[in-house]
């Protein structure tokens, strides 16, 4: 995602659960910088069981149901 281009207010939302998260994750590190194109392993080193949580956090947060595989995928 370019500077240029607008954010949907999900897309913010989505942003501040994956931060969070890290944060929660790494209290005192640094807050990394909000990417929609970051990978969740590499860009934020979120592990599996932690993109798990993520998913967990996401359906939570939009009362949303995601299908098995999604999750069995993370």
């Known amino acids: ?14 942003l501040a659960l994956v931060v969070g998260l890290v944060a929660e994750l790494r ?3 640094p807050p990394p910088a909000a990417d929609l194109d970051a990978s969740l392993e590499r860009g934020y080193g979120l592990d599996s069981l932690s993109r798990v949580e993520l998913l ?3 359906e939570q947060h939009w009362g949303v149901e995601l299908p098995e595989g999604v999750l069995a995928s993370a």
């Open 1 to 14: 995602m370019t500077p240029a281009e607008p954010q949907l207010p999900e897309a913010s939302e989505l």
């Open 27 to 29: 209290p005192g590190a």
């Open 56 to 58: 967990l956090r996401i």
